[in-house]
């Protein structure tokens, strides 16, 4: 069974302390991992696909990388419109299997 | 393209009564897919749908019905609501084409069952 863990479960950072958010995931034939954003009271909304190791993709003050393992999404220079629930998932067949997601806070 | 839409944003029911939780997407997507969001877990897959007419269960189907009668509606059945239903219920939706199928969400129904 996919299964995918998201550390920390809470991060609280000033604005402009870079970090970064870790995705662990174990799945047979990995086709995808996804990073989604969660605003409150809203549904995901997609940010990244990864498909190997070694890739890296940007948007904005976000970068995505991907290990055989993990992935990892940093935050460089945050500001407080970054603050929501970050959620990672990964696609081994047809369905995705999500993280329970890193609630980021970012205070001005 | 209003996207993925779902209604109604809110619900109350009380045990034992159902409701039809709706959804509907205007990207000619053909796949679809119903989650569950509990407080402190990932988002769980109740059912999804591959086309008009063809269904299958997800993680947790105990509870819910669906059907698929078009490309653009895909309404999820709650029969004798109970407590355990009181969730976030997303509706997503994605293309089949291509080696990874990137999903889009609808805002999502908050239901409490009392």
């Known amino acids: 069974e996919d299964q995918v863990t998201q550390s920390p479960e809470a991060l609280r950072l000033q604005e402009g302390e870079s970090s970064s958010l870790n995705c662990s995931y174990t799945v047979s034939g990995l086709r995808g991992l996804f990073w989604y954003r969660q605003d409150p009271g809203k549904g995901p909304e997609f940010l990244f696909t990864l498909y190997s190791a070694g890739e890296e993709k940007e948007k904005e003050r976000l970068k995505a990388t991907l290990t055989k393992k993990e992935s990892f999404l940093h935050i460089t220079a945050p500001k407080p419109e970054d603050s929501a629930t970050y959620l990672c998932?990964?696609?081994?067949?047809?369905?995705?299997?999500f993280g329970a997601g890193t609630t980021v806070t970012v205070r001005a | 393209n209003a996207g993925v839409t779902q209604t109604p944003k809110f619900r109350i029911l009380k045990i034992g009564q159902s409701m039809t939780l709706q959804c509907t997407q205007d990207m000619n997507h053909n796949y679809m897919y119903w989650y569950r969001q509990d407080p402190g877990m990932g988002l769980k897959l109740i059912y999804y749908s591959v086309g008009a007419g063809i269904t299958d269960k997800g993680e947790v189907p105990n509870g819910y019905n669906v059907s698929r009668s078009t490309t653009e509606d895909f309404p999820l059945r709650l029969e004798l609501a109970a407590p355990s239903q009181t969730s976030v219920y997303f509706c997503?939706?994605?293309?089949?084409?291509?080696?990874?199928?990137?999903?889009?969400f609808g805002p999502g129904t908050r239901l409490t069952v009392t």
């Open positions: 997503a939706s994605s293309y089949s084409w291509g080696q990874t199928y990137e999903q889009y």
């Open positions: 998932a990964v696609q081994g067949d047809y369905k995705l299997s």
